[in-house]
Protein backbone atom coordinates (compact mmCIF):
# COMPACT_ATOMS: atom_id res chain seq x y z
CA UNK A 1 0.00 0.00 0.00
CA UNK A 2 1.18 3.33 -0.77
CA UNK A 3 1.75 6.36 1.71
CA UNK A 4 -1.10 8.38 0.20
CA UNK A 5 -3.23 5.95 0.38
CA UNK A 6 -1.91 4.82 4.21
CA UNK A 7 -2.66 8.53 5.38
CA UNK A 8 -6.16 9.12 3.34
CA UNK A 9 -7.42 5.73 5.12
CA UNK A 10 -7.03 7.96 8.52
CA UNK A 11 -8.05 11.14 6.81
CA UNK A 12 -11.85 11.53 7.53
CA UNK A 13 -13.25 13.17 4.61
CA UNK A 14 -17.15 15.03 4.69
CA UNK A 15 -17.41 16.26 1.27
CA UNK A 16 -19.99 17.57 -0.61
CA UNK A 17 -21.56 19.48 -3.08
CA UNK A 18 -23.27 22.85 -2.78
CA UNK A 19 -23.62 25.28 -5.82
CA UNK A 20 -24.87 24.76 -9.36
CA UNK A 21 -23.60 27.55 -11.16
CA UNK A 22 -24.98 28.98 -14.61
CA UNK A 23 -23.10 32.13 -15.48
CA UNK A 24 -22.94 34.41 -18.30
CA UNK A 25 -19.85 36.64 -19.29
CA UNK A 26 -19.17 39.57 -16.98
CA UNK A 27 -19.69 38.04 -14.02
CA UNK A 28 -17.53 37.44 -10.80
CA UNK A 29 -17.69 36.67 -7.23
CA UNK A 30 -16.10 36.79 -4.09
CA UNK A 31 -15.53 33.77 -2.01
CA UNK A 32 -14.50 34.48 2.24
CA UNK A 33 -12.49 32.00 4.14
CA UNK A 34 -13.56 28.61 4.02
CA UNK A 35 -13.60 28.58 7.77
CA UNK A 36 -16.68 30.96 6.83
CA UNK A 37 -18.76 28.26 5.48
CA UNK A 38 -18.56 25.62 8.35
CA UNK A 39 -21.16 27.63 10.73
CA UNK A 40 -23.70 26.78 7.75
CA UNK A 41 -22.52 23.58 7.16
CA UNK A 42 -24.46 20.65 9.15
CA UNK A 43 -20.93 18.74 9.67
CA UNK A 44 -18.12 18.19 12.12
CA UNK A 45 -15.61 20.82 13.30
CA UNK A 46 -12.51 20.99 11.21
CA UNK A 47 -10.18 22.21 8.17
CA UNK A 48 -12.65 23.41 5.26
CA UNK A 49 -11.08 22.92 1.49
CA UNK A 50 -13.35 24.98 -1.32
CA UNK A 51 -13.18 23.23 -5.19
CA UNK A 52 -14.82 24.99 -8.13
CA UNK A 53 -15.36 22.10 -11.29
CA UNK A 54 -15.90 24.03 -14.52
CA UNK A 55 -18.13 22.44 -16.90
CA UNK A 56 -18.54 24.51 -19.91
CA UNK A 57 -16.95 28.09 -20.66
CA UNK A 58 -14.01 29.94 -19.54
CA UNK A 59 -13.00 31.45 -16.37
CA UNK A 60 -10.60 32.73 -14.36
CA UNK A 61 -9.50 32.61 -10.24
CA UNK A 62 -7.07 34.01 -8.04
CA UNK A 63 -6.53 34.67 -3.94
CA UNK A 64 -7.60 37.72 -2.72
CA UNK A 65 -4.12 38.90 -1.23
CA UNK A 66 -2.71 38.14 -4.80
CA UNK A 67 -4.78 39.27 -7.41
CA UNK A 68 -2.09 39.36 -9.60
CA UNK A 69 -1.36 35.58 -9.97
CA UNK A 70 -4.68 34.52 -12.03
CA UNK A 71 -5.01 30.51 -12.70
CA UNK A 72 -6.96 30.09 -16.16
CA UNK A 73 -9.19 27.87 -16.32
CA UNK A 74 -11.60 25.72 -18.95
CA UNK A 75 -14.04 23.29 -19.09
CA UNK A 76 -13.07 20.26 -17.21
CA UNK A 77 -10.96 21.80 -14.90
CA UNK A 78 -11.05 22.39 -11.20
CA UNK A 79 -9.39 24.67 -9.11
CA UNK A 80 -8.60 23.58 -5.12
CA UNK A 81 -7.88 26.08 -2.23
CA UNK A 82 -5.97 23.94 -0.04
CA UNK A 83 -5.42 26.19 2.81
CA UNK A 84 -9.15 27.91 2.48
CA UNK A 85 -7.91 31.17 1.21
CA UNK A 86 -10.63 33.75 0.32
CA UNK A 87 -10.48 34.02 -3.13
CA UNK A 88 -12.12 35.47 -6.61
CA UNK A 89 -13.69 33.80 -9.77
CA UNK A 90 -14.86 35.42 -12.37
CA UNK A 91 -14.89 36.16 -16.14
CA UNK A 92 -14.53 39.40 -17.40
CA UNK A 93 -14.94 42.66 -15.65
CA UNK A 94 -18.43 43.47 -14.26
CA UNK A 95 -19.66 46.59 -12.83
CA UNK A 96 -20.46 44.25 -9.68
CA UNK A 97 -18.85 41.95 -7.72
CA UNK A 98 -21.25 39.36 -6.43
CA UNK A 99 -19.61 38.92 -2.41
CA UNK A 100 -20.70 35.23 -1.52
CA UNK A 101 -20.32 36.04 2.36
CA UNK A 102 -23.38 37.91 2.36
CA UNK A 103 -25.70 35.33 0.49
CA UNK A 104 -24.49 31.76 2.28
CA UNK A 105 -27.71 30.94 3.75
CA UNK A 106 -29.47 32.14 0.46
CA UNK A 107 -26.74 30.14 -1.50
CA UNK A 108 -26.83 26.65 0.30
CA UNK A 109 -30.95 26.53 0.87
CA UNK A 110 -31.40 26.39 -2.33
CA UNK A 111 -29.78 23.54 -3.19
CA UNK A 112 -28.51 22.38 -6.39
CA UNK A 113 -31.05 24.06 -8.55
CA UNK A 114 -29.20 26.02 -10.99
CA UNK A 115 -28.37 29.59 -9.98
CA UNK A 116 -28.00 32.09 -12.82
CA UNK A 117 -26.03 35.24 -12.73
CA UNK A 118 -23.78 37.53 -15.21
CA UNK A 119 -24.32 39.93 -18.19
CA UNK A 120 -25.94 37.51 -20.80
CA UNK A 121 -22.78 36.99 -22.51
CA UNK A 122 -20.74 34.22 -23.07
CA UNK A 123 -21.77 31.31 -20.66
CA UNK A 124 -19.57 29.37 -17.89
CA UNK A 125 -21.09 26.50 -15.99
CA UNK A 126 -19.32 25.17 -12.48
CA UNK A 127 -20.22 22.65 -9.72
CA UNK A 128 -19.05 23.98 -6.03
CA UNK A 129 -17.91 21.72 -3.29
CA UNK A 130 -16.09 21.29 -0.27
CA UNK A 131 -14.19 18.90 2.19
CA UNK A 132 -13.98 19.08 5.44
CA UNK A 133 -11.43 17.19 7.63
CA UNK A 134 -9.73 16.38 10.62
CA UNK A 135 -6.89 19.61 10.40
CA UNK A 136 -4.13 17.67 12.71
CA UNK A 137 -4.26 15.13 9.87
CA UNK A 138 -4.51 17.29 6.80
CA UNK A 139 -1.74 19.49 7.86
CA UNK A 140 1.01 16.31 6.74
CA UNK A 141 -0.60 16.65 3.05
CA UNK A 142 -2.31 19.58 2.90
CA UNK A 143 1.10 21.26 4.35
CA UNK A 144 2.82 21.11 1.03
CA UNK A 145 0.09 22.19 -1.31
CA UNK A 146 0.32 25.54 -2.97
CA UNK A 147 -2.89 28.07 -1.99
CA UNK A 148 -4.28 27.67 -5.28
CA UNK A 149 -3.63 24.73 -7.93
CA UNK A 150 -5.77 23.62 -11.06
CA UNK A 151 -5.68 19.87 -12.62
CA UNK A 152 -7.72 18.66 -15.64
CA UNK A 153 -9.75 16.00 -15.51
CA UNK A 154 -10.26 15.46 -19.01
CA UNK A 155 -7.19 14.44 -19.69
CA UNK A 156 -8.25 10.62 -19.41
CA UNK A 157 -10.89 8.50 -19.04
CA UNK A 158 -11.07 8.44 -15.56
CA UNK A 159 -11.57 11.58 -15.39
CA UNK A 160 -13.84 12.21 -17.59
CA UNK A 161 -16.17 9.68 -16.33
CA UNK A 162 -15.76 11.21 -12.73
CA UNK A 163 -16.47 14.62 -14.50
CA UNK A 164 -19.50 13.22 -15.71
CA UNK A 165 -20.90 11.68 -12.75
CA UNK A 166 -20.99 14.65 -10.90
CA UNK A 167 -22.43 16.63 -13.54
CA UNK A 168 -25.54 13.96 -14.00
CA UNK A 169 -25.97 13.55 -9.75
CA UNK A 170 -25.74 17.21 -9.28
CA UNK A 171 -28.66 17.74 -12.00
CA UNK A 172 -30.44 14.33 -10.44
CA UNK A 173 -29.78 16.16 -6.38
CA UNK A 174 -31.86 19.53 -7.90
CA UNK A 175 -35.08 17.06 -7.72
CA UNK A 176 -33.88 15.67 -4.36
CA UNK A 177 -34.13 11.98 -5.84
CA UNK A 178 -33.27 9.58 -2.63
CA UNK A 179 -30.12 8.91 -1.98
CA UNK A 180 -28.61 11.49 -3.94
CA UNK A 181 -26.75 13.36 -1.84
CA UNK A 182 -25.34 10.30 -0.32
CA UNK A 183 -23.67 9.50 -4.17
CA UNK A 184 -22.45 13.48 -4.23
CA UNK A 185 -20.71 13.21 -0.86
CA UNK A 186 -18.85 10.14 -2.32
CA UNK A 187 -18.07 11.55 -5.34
CA UNK A 188 -16.79 14.88 -3.69
CA UNK A 189 -14.37 12.89 -1.48
CA UNK A 190 -13.67 10.59 -5.12
CA UNK A 191 -12.75 14.02 -6.53
CA UNK A 192 -10.22 15.32 -3.36
CA UNK A 193 -8.13 12.29 -3.54
CA UNK A 194 -8.42 11.81 -7.89
CA UNK A 195 -6.98 15.93 -7.76
CA UNK A 196 -4.34 15.49 -5.47
CA UNK A 197 -3.52 12.35 -7.65
CA UNK A 198 -3.29 14.35 -10.81
CA UNK A 199 -1.39 17.73 -8.62
CA UNK A 200 1.48 14.86 -8.10
CA UNK A 201 1.60 13.79 -11.26
CA UNK A 202 2.58 17.87 -12.25
CA UNK A 203 5.11 18.31 -9.78
CA UNK A 204 8.72 18.93 -11.17
CA UNK A 205 12.03 17.35 -9.58
CA UNK A 206 12.82 20.44 -8.16
CA UNK A 207 9.35 20.48 -5.57
CA UNK A 208 9.94 19.49 -2.14
CA UNK A 209 7.03 18.97 0.54
CA UNK A 210 5.14 15.36 1.15
CA UNK A 211 3.54 14.52 -1.70
CA UNK A 212 6.67 15.41 -3.74
CA UNK A 213 8.78 13.08 -1.53
CA UNK A 214 6.27 10.33 -2.60
CA UNK A 215 7.75 10.62 -6.65
CA UNK A 216 11.04 9.53 -4.77
CA UNK A 217 11.30 5.91 -4.41
CA UNK A 218 13.37 5.63 -1.64
CA UNK A 219 11.43 8.37 0.61
CA UNK A 220 8.09 6.59 -0.85
CA UNK A 221 9.03 3.24 0.01
CA UNK A 222 9.81 4.91 3.79
CA UNK A 223 6.75 6.77 4.47
CA UNK A 224 4.58 3.71 3.45
CA UNK A 225 6.12 1.57 5.81
CA UNK A 226 5.78 4.09 8.76
CA UNK A 227 2.24 5.02 7.62
CA UNK A 228 1.65 1.25 7.41
CA UNK A 229 2.67 0.15 10.92
CA UNK A 230 3.36 3.51 12.39
CA UNK A 231 3.70 2.05 16.03
CA UNK A 232 6.30 -0.69 15.10
CA UNK A 233 9.84 -0.34 16.91
CA UNK A 234 11.45 1.29 13.97
CA UNK A 235 15.18 2.14 13.79
CA UNK A 236 16.51 4.72 10.75
CA UNK A 237 18.19 1.09 9.67
CA UNK A 238 15.26 -0.54 8.80
CA UNK A 239 13.40 1.84 7.30
CA UNK A 240 16.70 2.15 5.26
CA UNK A 241 16.79 -1.91 4.76
CA UNK A 242 12.75 -1.65 3.67
CA UNK A 243 13.41 1.10 1.05
CA UNK A 244 16.82 -0.59 -0.71
CA UNK A 245 18.93 2.32 0.60
CA UNK A 246 21.43 3.16 3.17
CA UNK A 247 20.53 5.18 6.35
CA UNK A 248 22.54 8.04 5.39
CA UNK A 249 20.93 8.77 1.71
CA UNK A 250 17.49 8.12 3.25
CA UNK A 251 18.22 11.04 5.84
CA UNK A 252 19.55 13.09 3.03
CA UNK A 253 16.48 11.96 1.13
CA UNK A 254 14.27 12.64 3.89
CA UNK A 255 15.24 15.94 5.05
CA UNK A 256 15.71 17.34 1.37
CA UNK A 257 11.71 16.50 0.71
CA UNK A 258 10.16 16.86 4.13
CA UNK A 259 12.98 18.96 6.34
CA UNK A 260 13.45 16.72 8.82
CA UNK A 261 15.26 12.93 9.33
CA UNK A 262 13.01 9.98 9.03
CA UNK A 263 12.81 9.19 13.08
CA UNK A 264 11.54 13.08 13.79
CA UNK A 265 8.82 12.08 10.89
CA UNK A 266 7.70 9.52 12.49
CA UNK A 267 7.25 10.93 16.28
CA UNK A 268 5.50 13.62 14.86
CA UNK A 269 3.25 11.29 13.05
CA UNK A 270 2.72 8.96 15.98
CA UNK A 271 1.59 12.25 18.06
CA UNK A 272 -0.88 13.35 15.51
CA UNK A 273 -2.52 9.66 15.30
CA UNK A 274 -2.69 10.42 19.29
CA UNK A 275 -4.58 13.89 18.88
CA UNK A 276 -6.88 11.84 16.61
CA UNK A 277 -7.59 8.56 18.70
CA UNK A 278 -8.23 11.51 21.81
CA UNK A 279 -10.28 13.71 20.14
CA UNK A 280 -12.22 10.72 19.01
CA UNK A 281 -12.15 7.59 21.12
CA UNK A 282 -12.63 7.13 24.94
CA UNK A 283 -9.73 5.10 25.37
CA UNK A 284 -7.01 6.03 28.02
CA UNK A 285 -4.07 8.26 27.57
CA UNK A 286 -2.23 4.98 28.25
CA UNK A 287 -3.90 2.63 26.02
CA UNK A 288 -3.62 5.45 23.05
CA UNK A 289 0.26 5.77 23.97
CA UNK A 290 0.44 2.05 23.62
CA UNK A 291 -1.23 2.28 20.39
CA UNK A 292 0.87 4.46 18.46
CA UNK A 293 3.87 3.21 19.78
CA UNK A 294 5.10 5.00 23.02
CA UNK A 295 6.42 2.65 25.41
CA UNK A 296 5.02 4.49 28.66
CA UNK A 297 1.94 6.72 29.37
CA UNK A 298 4.96 9.42 30.56
CA UNK A 299 6.97 9.14 27.30
CA UNK A 300 4.06 9.88 25.48
CA UNK A 301 2.91 12.92 27.90
CA UNK A 302 6.26 14.82 27.43
CA UNK A 303 6.02 14.21 23.56
CA UNK A 304 2.58 15.36 23.52
CA UNK A 305 3.29 18.51 25.30
CA UNK A 306 5.90 19.58 23.35
CA UNK A 307 4.29 18.98 19.91
CA UNK A 308 1.04 20.62 21.04
CA UNK A 309 1.63 22.84 23.81
CA UNK A 310 -0.46 20.81 26.46
CA UNK A 311 -0.70 17.28 27.68
CA UNK A 312 -2.87 14.83 26.26
CA UNK A 313 -5.55 15.03 28.81
CA UNK A 314 -6.02 18.71 28.67
CA UNK A 315 -6.06 18.20 25.05
CA UNK A 316 -9.09 16.28 25.07
CA UNK A 317 -10.70 18.15 27.25
CA UNK A 318 -10.65 20.97 25.56
CA UNK A 319 -11.66 19.47 22.33
CA UNK A 320 -14.44 17.99 24.23
CA UNK A 321 -15.94 21.43 25.09
CA UNK A 322 -15.83 22.82 21.25
CA UNK A 323 -19.27 23.22 19.72
Known sequence: MDALSEVLKLVTLNGAIFYNAEFSCPWEFRSPRSQALLRHLQTAPGHVIIYHLVTQGTAWAFLERDPSARVELSAGQVVVFPHGDAHHMGNGSPAEIFDDEHHLADILSHGLAPACYGGGGEPTNFICGYFVCDPQLCRVVLGCLPPIFAVDLRADTAGRWLEESIRFSATRAASNEPGIHAVLAKLSELLFIETLRRHLGTMTAGDTGWLAGLRDPQVSQ????????????????????????????????????????????????????????????????????????????????????????EPPARYRKLREQEP
Open 222 to 309: ALAAIHREPARAWTIADLASGAGTSRSVLAERFRHYLGEPPMAYLMRWRLQLGAKLLGTTGRSVAEIAMQVGYDSEAAFNRAFKREFG
